[in-house]
Antibody, heavy 123, light 106 residues
Framework: QVQLQESGPGLVKPSGTLSLTCAVS?????????WSWVRQPPGKGLEWIGE???????NYNPSLKSRVTISVDKSKNQFSLKLSSVTAADTAVYYCARGPPTTMVRGGSFDYWGQGTLVTVSS | IQLTQSPSSLSASVGDRVTITCRASQGISSYLAWYQQKPGKAPKLLIY???TLQSGVPSRFSGSGSGTDFTLTISSLQPEDFATYYCQQLNSYPRTFGQGTKVEIK
């Protein structure tokens, strides 16, 4: 059973950089899957941030692309999110999730999710 | 691709048949998934490829549709089904979600 666990600071100052890590257990990050970040502002819907493959290939949401970096650390079986120049609008619960295998150019699903971590942007 | 769910919320009773609709702004074949989210919890995958039930999900959940119009049906609503439901398209980037449908107790 694959498990994902987000970790990182719960409070970030405006204009700072949000940094989160997702640790993967019960499976290998070097599997054939994409690994995604999704966020949810309080009381609102889900927004896909981006994804990474263990080779380092990434896809980002154009709405956030200029501020987002997703990286992978195969030795630690984890992947990370950095979001720069944050504002109050970036306050959200951030989830990591396992996406489809890369052999599926289209389709699949996000079948495993972390529990989520709330990040508040405030001075 | 924009996904529009309807209704945004609904009230129903235990045992009711519930149908939620997801409409895509352009054709996405059958590359649609449905998730259930309870307060304070992560989304849970229910259905992928528009109509394939994820392992372990009760058979009262079903999905249908292709192209631009999709439905999620709960055949007999159970107390544990009161939650918010989201559709997601995996046809193209960026991956997008519907705005959610909240199913409340009548």
């Amino acid at each position: 059973q694959v498990q994902l666990q987000e970790s990182g600071p719960g409070l970030v100052k405006p204009s700072g950089t949000l940094s989160l890590t997702c640790a993967v257990s019960g499976g290998s990050i070097s599997s054939s899957n994409w690994w995604s970040w999704v966020r949810q502002p309080p009381g609102k819907g889900l927004e896909w941030i981006g994804e990474i493959y263990h080779s380092g290939s990434t896809n980002y949401n154009p709405s956030l692309k200029s501020r987002v970096t997703i990286s992978v650390d195969k030795s630690k079986n984890q992947f990370s999110l950095k979001l720069s120049s944050v504002t109050a609008a970036d306050t959200a619960v951030y989830y990591c999730a396992r996406g489809p295998p890369t052999t599926m150019v289209r389709g699949g699903s996000f079948d495993y999710w972390g529990q989520g971590t709330l990040v508040t942007v405030s001075s | 691709i924009q996904l529009t769910q309807s209704p945004s919320s609904l009230s129903a009773s235990v045992g009711d048949r519930v149908t939620i609709t997801c409409r895509a702004s352009q054709g996405i074949s059958s590359y649609l998934a449905w998730y259930q989210q309870k307060p304070g919890k992560a989304p849970k995958l229910l259905i992928y490829a528009a109509s394939t039930l994820q392992s372990g999900v009760p058979s009262r959940f079903s999905g249908s549709g292709s192209g631009t119009d999709f439905t999620l049906t709960i055949s007999s609503l159970q107390p544990e089904d009161f939650a918010t439901y989201y559709c997601q398209q995996l046809n193209s980037y960026p991956r997008t979600f519907g705005q959610g449908t909240k199913v409340e107790i009548k």
